[in-house]
């Protein structure tokens, strides 16, 4: 175990020092944590301005002993061993979350996600490479369990695939969950190009706004 968390410490630090000294998002990959003791969980919990914690591919299998963050807003716990216990615990423990990853885990039942309904802020969820995705129906009852979500594996209410700007960063890509508002201010664009035909080739791919 003292090896695990001089790797976490070092994480903390090289990604404390690049965002100039506080940590607001945190991505641990690869590092078998397997479940918080107190010295592991204290190491990423003094730091209550995380809004973002990424654990991928930690060997987790529960959350006991997980760390308690206050504002954390995203939660990807992608590549684990978690199951419907999991998301109970996430569900009285992290009510601001707007995004939640739990790809490639043990979620089994519907009855396993139900809880999220509770999480009022909830918009993205991925569940993807879980045993709960080949459940007849899945897609349309996630969406009937959780009303609020507007995102589900990257895909919208109507099964569209969600598309992101390039130059979002990866942390950033759970803020702009849906693509009307972009082409709203692409017809925007395109009517103020109607009037001024001399710089029709100057036209340019929109960046879509931010909610």
């Known amino acids: 175990?003292?090896?695990?968390?001089?790797?976490?410490?070092?994480?903390?630090?090289?990604?404390?020092?690049?965002?100039?000294g506080e940590l607001e998002d945190l991505d641990i990959e690869g590092i078998a944590i397997g479940q918080f003791d107190s010295q592991s969980a204290n190491l990423i919990q003094q730091h209550q301005n995380l809004i973002s914690l990424s654990l991928v591919e930690c060997k987790l299998k529960s959350?006991?002993?997980?760390?308690?963050?206050?504002?954390?807003?995203?939660?990807?716990?992608?590549?684990?061993?978690?199951?419907?216990?999991?998301?109970?615990?996430?569900?009285?423990?992290?009510?601001?979350?707007?995004?939640l990853g739990l790809a490639d885990n043990k979620i089994a039942k519907f009855e396993d996600v139900e809880p999220l309904k509770q999480l009022k802020q909830l918009q993205q969820l991925d569940l993807g490479d879980n045993p709960i995705t080949?459940?007849?129906?899945?897609?349309?009852?996630?969406?009937?369990?959780?009303?609020?979500?507007?995102?589900?594996?990257?895909?919208?209410?109507?099964?569209?695939?969600?598309?992101?700007?390039?130059?979002?960063?990866?942390?950033?890509?759970?803020?702009?969950?849906?693509a009307k508002d972009a082409d709203e201010d692409e017809e925007d664009e395109f009517d103020e190009d109607?009037?001024?035909?001399?710089?029709?080739?100057?036209?340019?791919?929109v960046k879509k706004t931010k909610k």
């Open 63 to 99: 959350m006991e002993g997980f760390p308690k963050l206050n504002n954390l807003e995203n939660l990807i716990l992608e590549a684990n061993q978690l199951d419907g216990s999991a998301i109970s615990y996430i569900s009285k423990n992290f009510k601001k979350l707007a995004c």
């Open 134 to 178: 080949q459940l007849p129906g899945y897609f349309n009852k996630i969406f009937e369990l959780i009303p609020q979500l507007s995102v589900l594996d990257n895909k919208d209410k109507e099964g569209q695939e969600i598309q992101y700007s390039s130059d979002e960063d990866e942390g950033d890509e759970y803020d702009d969950l849906g």
């Open 1 to 20: 175990m003292a090896a695990t968390l001089e790797q976490i410490k070092k994480e903390i630090t090289s990604q404390q020092e690049a965002q100039n």
């Open 194 to 205: 109607e009037d001024d035909e001399d710089d029709e080739s100057d036209v340019k791919p």
